[in-house]
């Protein structure tokens, strides 16, 4: 009876430290998904300056040219609706 009785403990306390360690492995995925996010913000936010400051100008720096009169060819799905692509 001893020996079952220390078994059980022995085995009580592999599973409380199991779930000690898996709680703090989860308070340190939770910080590491903060700090994720927060330089994906600041990325989207950089992402956005950039192409907010695309000009003629700029594009005139880097050999690009306007064409006018033009048609472009539109890849639509075939699951897509005629609201879907050309309505807001």
């Not at 020996?3 to 492995?25: D, R």
């Not at 308070?27 to 994906?40: E, G, I, T, Y």
């Amino acid at each position: 009876m001893f020996a079952t009785l220390l078994v059980l403990a022995v085995v009580y306390c592999i599973i409380l430290l199991s779930l000690v360690f898996s709680v703090i492995e989860r308070k340190q995925n939770l910080l590491a998904v903060k700090d994720l996010s927060s330089q994906v913000s600041a990325l989207e936010a950089r992402y956005s300056n950039e192409v907010a400051n695309i000009n003629d100008s700029v594009l005139a720096e880097h050999n690009f040219t306007r064409i006018e009169n033009t048609t472009f060819a539109v890849r639509k799905d075939p699951i897509a609706s005629f609201s879907l692509l050309y309505t807001h």
